[in-house]
């Protein structure tokens, strides 16, 4: 698998996968030169990464995010989809609020996600957490509905809030909320 990604291969292949919501120009006037952070609230991990910053996605820092985004329920892990971090970065400089994004959800194994779904956890039968393209989050300092707010504005994927819980899902699936 081709783990080299930049923001050009980002916008490429937004372009390139029909999403024409995604105005190329929002997305390269947000990313900023931060960096993305990360805290899994189950494993306590954290990680601060270049992703964001002008320069290629790495294999190595890509591996890394992926094991701090990892099920934390099998420890499976896989790879998580370069786009997904992209729009997190994006989202973030869209709030213009600095700090670690605190992960709920990130990959989410086939097993893992049935057991949820059995559970009445809420969970879709093929959520996009399972193919690495999802996440779960919240942003400390920033608003949940704020944090809604921008991420619809994106309009690059699916976006829910969940007010109760007190977090944000987001997605690089097709356009849509709840």
């Keep these: 698998m081709n783990r080299h990604y930049s923001r050009r291969n980002f916008l490429s292949n937004m372009l390139g996968l029909g999403a024409l919501s995604c105005v190329p120009g929002a997305w390269s006037s947000a990313i900023k030169d931060k960096g993305l952070s990360l805290i899994n609230l189950h494993t306590g991990e954290s990680l601060e990464t270049d992703i964001g910053r002008?320069?290629?996605?790495?294999?190595?820092?890509?591996?890394?995010?992926?094991?701090?985004?990892?099920?934390?329920?099998?420890?499976?892990?896989?790879?998580?989809?370069?786009?997904?971090l992209l729009l997190l970065v994006a989202l973030q400089n869209k709030v213009a609020v600095a700090g670690a994004f605190h992960v709920i959800s990130a990959y989410r194994s086939p097993a893992s996600n049935n057991k949820l779904r059995a559970a009445g956890r809420g969970v879709a039968t093929r959520s996009l957490h399972m193919q690495g393209k999802a996440i779960d989050i919240r942003l400390p300092g920033c608003d949940l509905n704020k944090l809604h707010s921008a991420a619809r504005a994106l309009r690059c994927g699916g976006v829910g809030i969940y007010s109760t819980s007190n977090f944000l899902h987001v997605d690089t699936g097709r356009v849509r909320y709840w």
């Design 54 to 84: 002008d320069t290629p996605l790495q294999n190595d820092e890509l591996q890394a995010v992926d094991q701090v985004l990892r099920n934390h329920r099998s420890g499976d892990v896989y790879p998580i989809d370069p786009n997904l």
